[in-house]
Structures are given as structure tokens and as C-alpha cells.
């Protein structure tokens, strides 16, 4: 080795510490600017709620500036695109659920993004059915209603629901083909839009988010058929499940949870996870959780992923089973 090589070598040397020192001090100061946090639907829906109430717990809590950033689109995808290329710094993250985590990599068959190596999962927040709700004029009554008139009129009723790849979406699919229907899916830039349609009468039921539709059923413009969880939802305990209306291995849950870039350092991924299991013990965020329909779901890191990688395989093996295809 000549005296090039040494000279070069040795300037490698110091110049590593001194790049873990400037990394390790980052890491010590984070966060010391506005975190960003990706909601990947619109304002006013299910998601967004979550994200709002979350972030505004823990920013109260730690000090910490959070602001809730909308991206919407392709059934949250573009949203969960925009975490996965972030800076794996702590200063992007996201607010991911069933939709754009388990369903997405099955349904599009390119997916810019990969779950599982592409993010990294912080911790699970809540997960709540969907709710089949009609308008409160609408001559359906019940369930048994909604299939009556879907089997007597073939592709005539349409169904919304807030994106293509959504819980509401694949729900929709999964009954069409267990009770032999055809409900025309129709797929909308978020719950707002769905609920006006569904008022006016432009589409006839939506499988909804409880939380994008307290206020209306609240308010009795629509009416509740079933909820989509294996047992009665204590929110609404007076609806009944489509399980127990006749088709016993219906189920269809959504779920959110808090992911970050890839490669997300551990000392910042720790500083997160600690934060957001403590904000989760709050008994007054509980009591509001399940009065809209929701329930805590608080986990560590690395039982989020274990779970996400078992709603990944559920999720996809329906979908290939039932040939879907995003459209």
C-alpha cells in the first residue's frame, strides 16, 4: 500500500466517527422541527378523524408539532407512496390501515411500494366494522331487503365507497359473490362524497367507516342494515352482523396504524412507539373511540408487523380467489 492509499485511508477513518457523531447528535435532537403526518384520504372521513385525534394527543402530550398532511387517492396508496419515499429521518410519517397496507399489494399489480420492506410499522392505533347504512327514505329496510331487491334487479342498485381497494370496496365484493348479487361498486375520492350521493339518492347504500357517518345516523338521515365485525359492535349494539344474518364467514375490519419510511432509526422508531402506547392508554380517548364505533388496538412495533403480514396473506388470498381487480 503507498502513501495515496494510507493518506486516503486514514481520512476514511476520522471522516466515519465523525458521520456517526453527526448522526447520533441528529437522532438526540429529533424531533426539533414539525413532523408530518400523511393521512392518505380526504378531510372529514374515518381516517382523517383518527389522524387528527391522534396526532393532537400526542403533540399535547410531548411538545411535539405534528401537521396532518391529506394525500387521497387510489385507496390510500398515493399517500402510503409519499411515506415510503420520504427521508427515513422521523420527520414523515403516516397513518396506513387495512386498505393501503394488507389489501393494496393483492389488488394492484403495481404497487409502487412494497408494506413490508418498504415502511416501517410503528404501532397499531384502532379498528372498527364497516356499518351498511341506506338513506332514511330509501324503501329497504333490513338486509334481507338489500338482497331481496339486488337479487330481483341484477347490476341495477349501486353501492359506494370511499376508493377502490377500501374495506368498503372488498367488502362489497366479498357479498356480491357470497349471497350470488351484483351491487354495482362505485368508487368515490373519500366518505364525504359517498355520504352526499347517498343522501341525494344517486347511489343506494354505502358500507361505511362508523366514524364517517356518526353524524347522519345520529341525526337519522340514514339507516343502519348490519356491521361487518364477527360480533355486534358495542357502539351499536342494536344492529345486527351479517354474520348472524346468514352468512357466518363474512367478515371485513378495518384497521389503522402509524407507519415511517424504511431503515427508520431506533432510537427515534422507540421515542414514537413509547409515545403513542401511552397516548393509547388514555381511558377519556377509549370512551370516545368506542362511541364511534372504533376500538383501541394499541401493540408494539413489532407485533404490528407480525399482524400485517397475516392481514397481507388473508387479504390476498380472497382476492385472488375471487379474481378482483382494481379498476
Do not use: C
Request: charged letters at 20%.
Amino acid at each position: 500500500m503507498n502513501r495515496r492509499h494510507l493518506l486516503a485511508s486514514g481520512a476514511a477513518g476520522l471522516a466515519l466517527p465523525a458521520f456517526l457523531g453527526r448522526a447520533a447528535k441528529a437522532q438526540a435532537a429529533w424531533p426539533d422541527r414539525p413532523i408530518r403526518l400523511i393521512v392518505p384520504f380526504p378531510p372529514g372521513g374515518g381516517t382523517d378523524t383518527v389522524a387528527r385525534e391522534v396526532s393532537t394527543r400526542i403533540a399535547m402530550a410531548t411538545g411535539w408539532t405534528i401537521v396532518a398532511d391529506n394525500r387521497p387517492g387510489a385507496g390510500g396508496t398515493i399517500g402510503l407512496d409519499v411515506v415510503a419515499k420520504a427521508a427515513p429521518d422521523g420527520y414523515t410519517i403516516g397513518l396506513g390501515q387495512t386498505a393501503n397496507l394488507a389489501i393494496a399489494p393483492a389488488l394492484y399489480p403495481n404497487l409502487p411500494f412494497d408494506p413490508l420492506r418498504d415502511l416501517t410499522p410503528i404501532g397499531l392505533v384502532a379498528q372498527q366494522p364497516n356499518i351498511i347504512v341506506v338513506a332514511r327514505n330509501s324503501p329497504i329496510r333490513d338486509l334481507a331487503g338489500l338482497l331481496a331487491a339486488a337479487k330481483a334487479r341484477p347490476g341495477v342498485l349501486t353501492a359506494g365507497h370511499p376508493g377502490n381497494g377500501t374495506v368498503g370496496h372488498l367488502g362489497g365484493e366479498v357479498m356480491n359473490a357470497s349471497a350470488g348479487i351484483d351491487i354495482v361498486q362505485v368508487p368515490y375520492r373519500g366518505a364525504g362524497n359517498v355520504i352526499a350521493d347517498l343522501l341525494a339518492g344517486r347511489i343506494d347504500v354505502y358500507s361505511a367507516n362508523p366514524l364517517s357517518v356518526k353524524g347522519v345516523m345520529e341525526s337519522g338521515d340514514v339507516r343502519a342494515l348490519a356491521v361487518t365485525s364477527p360480533s355486534r359492535s358495542s357502539a351499536f349494539p342494536d344492529v345486527p352482523t351479517v354474520a348472524e344474518l346468514g352468512y357466518p364467514a363474512f367478515e371485513a375490519m378495518n384497521w389503522t396504524g402509524l407507519v415511517a419510511p424504511a431503515r427508520l432509526p431506533a432510537p427515534i422508531l422507540a421515542r414514537m412507539s413509547e409515545e403513542m402506547r401511552k397516548m393509547l392508554t388514555s381511558a377519556d380517548l377509549r370512551a370516545r373511540f368506542t362511541s364511534e364505533g372504533s376500538d383501541v388496538v394499541s401493540s408494539t412495533p413489532e407485533e404490528f408487523r407480525r399482524h400485517l403480514d397475516s392481514e397481507i396473506n388473508k387479504w390476498g388470498t380472497l382476492i385472488r380467489g375471487a379474481n378482483l381487480r382494481a379498476t
